[in-house]
Nanobody, 125 residues
Framework: QVQLVESGGGLVQAGGSLRLSCAAS????????MGWFRQAPGKDREFVAG????????NYADSVKGRFTISRDNAENTVYLQMNTLKPEDTAVYYC??????????????????WGQGTQVTVSS
């Protein structure tokens, strides 16, 4: 069982930045595609960003393109989500997810096997 632990959430004003981290408890992290999803109150969970196992492919939701950047550090077994120019509509619980099957970091939640507990991001106007 792989554990994913997110950190870095918090309260920030609109226009500000946050960096989320997700540490994975696996020795084969380099084989995992990783993704970030979010869920706002009363809404469905939605895809935010994904990165392939090789790091060569990155996918983003249209709503965050140009503002968010996903990256990975295989030496640290960690994936990051740099969030810039934050908006109130980015307020949500952000979840890290892992696909252990040499995936491409796609947007489908069913492709991910392991999930973190979530970290709250609140953007005030």
């Amino acid at each position: 069982q792989v554990q994913l632990v997110e950190s870095g959430g918090g309260l920030v004003q609109a226009g500000g930045s946050l960096r989320l981290s997700c540490a994975a408890s696996t020795r084969t992290f380099k084989n995992y595609a990783m993704g970030w999803f979010r869920q706002a109150p009363g809404k469905d969970r939605e895809f935010v960003a994904g990165i392939s196992w090789s790091g060569g492919t990155r996918n983003y939701a249209d709503s965050v393109k140009g503002r968010f950047t996903i990256s990975r550090d295989n030496a640290e077994n960690t994936v990051y989500l740099q969030m810039n120019t934050l908006k109130p509509e980015d307020t949500a619980v952000y979840y890290c997810a892992a696909d252990p099957n040499y995936g491409l970091g796609v947007s489908m939640p069913d492709d991910y096997v392991y999930w973190g507990q979530g970290t709250q991001v609140t953007v005030s106007s």
